[in-house]
């Protein structure tokens, strides 16, 4: 009769093993992605889902681990895309990666002015102050035609072409890589913050 090794048995599969390959599995899906989606599907469903996915790494840096509870997320991204636009429209010289490096300082600025009404309040009014913030910058940006150029629809267009790192961020296809590779280097950049002693 054959004799088994109970041990063998029980011994657990190599995690590390495992995570790798679901790594692998998941970057392999999420790069193969917009050539087996159509480009609606890149437009209106993937790049929106990784916009909303950088908003919520903000907030979850925000609010699971400094303990600060914030609605206005959106409002400081919003700063970011404006300033970005207007970055793009009136210093084209400047390259995108620039751009959005520059447009991420000035939200950064004007997230602590915008609070600094703010820090004596604590609980459910802090709350109301940061959800403030986002009602201002929507009536701000849509009141006065320089942030959005005058455009009859009051959005944001540029219409020269965009290009980041040779990658041409008009299609689809450039716009989904270029917003992918802005999710991953935050995410990573978060996940060293959080690591570091500024984080603990």
Do not use: C
């Not at 636009?85 to 084209?92: E, G, K, T």
């Not at 849509?142 to 008009?170: C, D, E, M, V």
């Amino acid at each position: 009769m054959a004799e088994f090794d109970l041990r063998a048995i029980a011994e657990p599969v190599d995690p590390i093993g495992l995570k790798a390959v679901g790594l692998v599995s998941v970057a392999a899906l999420v790069l193969a992605a917009p050539f087996l989606a159509s480009e609606y599907w890149i437009n209106a469903i993937i790049v929106p889902f990784l916009i909303l996915s950088l908003s919520g790494l903000g907030l979850n840096l925000v609010t699971g681990y400094a303990g600060q509870l914030s609605l206005g997320a959106g409002a400081f991204m919003m700063v970011s895309a404006y300033a970005t636009f207007a970055l793009q429209l009136r210093v084209p010289e400047l390259p995108l990666p620039l751009a959005l490096i520059a447009a991420g300082l000035i939200s950064g600025v004007v997230g602590p002015v915008f609070g600094l009404p703010s820090t004596r309040i604590k609980g459910f009014y802090l709350i109301v102050s940061t959800l403030a913030a986002q009602f201002f910058f929507e009536w701000l940006f849509l009141k006065f035609p320089w942030f959005y150029n005058g455009n009859s629809s009051a959005t944001i267009a540029l219409s020269r072409g965009l290009s980041f790192f040779g990658l041409n961020a008009n299609g689809a296809h450039g716009r989904d890589y270029l917003t992918l590779g802005i999710v991953a280097l935050l995410t990573w950049l978060s996940f060293n913050l959080i690591r570091s002693q500024t984080g603990r």
